[in-house]
């Protein structure tokens, strides 16, 4: 009797423990143009990633800021350029920390980056399928996955659907949005 108490008391711990280790990782309201996406980011396997993010939502929310490349059935790309294209100040680069288990799956959030791993700062994409391409090793370094989309996957596909081109106000970039897909802010999420 005595071990069915202690085998019960072992997975009761256990579950408190997993549900208080998930409700540390902090929500985020994404709102755009288009609906709003509502994100939990894994501060557990990403903190450095996750840190530096809700750094920039505390600067500046991201507020009027827009999704600059949208390439349906890869992913969707936002947080470094204002509505009028101008590029949004950024703070110093971040470790890539695509080491962390994370898989670049539909509905993730990731880092985007330049050939140097390490030069991360604000820009991130949702991956609108599965890209284990991404994730490290598969593509050198990977891409840092810190979270996933909870509720807003509709509102990612009709970002992903939407017309896309070039545009004179930012020379040499592809599948830029013809319409502008508008991030209005991006919040955390406070919980009780």
Not at 115 to 139: C, K, V
Not at 148 to 175: L, Y
């Amino acid at each position: 009797m005595f071990r069915h108490y202690l085998a019960a008391f072992s997975l009761f711990m256990l579950a408190l423990t997993t549900s208080q280790a998930h409700a540390a990782n902090p929500e985020i309201l994404i709102s755009t143009n288009k609906g709003d996406i509502k994100l939990e980011l894994y501060q557990d396997k990403a903190p450095t990633t996750v840190a530096n993010f809700l750094t920039y939502i505390q600067q500046d929310g991201f507020k009027d800021s827009i999704f600059h490349r949208v390439i349906p059935e890869f992913m969707i790309q936002g947080g470094g350029f204002k509505t009028d294209y101008q590029r949004l100040a950024t703070n110093a680069p971040i470790k890539n920390e695509a080491d962390n288990g994370l898989s670049n799956s539909r509905g993730t959030i990731a880092m985007a980056r330049t050939n140097n791993p390490n030069s991360a700062t604000r820009q991130f994409f949702i991956n609108h399928r599965n890209n284990p391409n991404l994730d490290q090793g598969a593509y050198g370094a990977g891409y840092a996955v810190f979270g996933k989309v909870t509720t807003g996957m509709d509102v990612v596909d009709a970002i992903a659907s939407v017309k896309t081109g070039t545009t004179s106000a930012m020379p040499g970039a592809r599948d830029v949005p013809q319409s502008q897909v508008v991030i209005k802010s991006i919040r955390l999420i406070e919980k009780d």
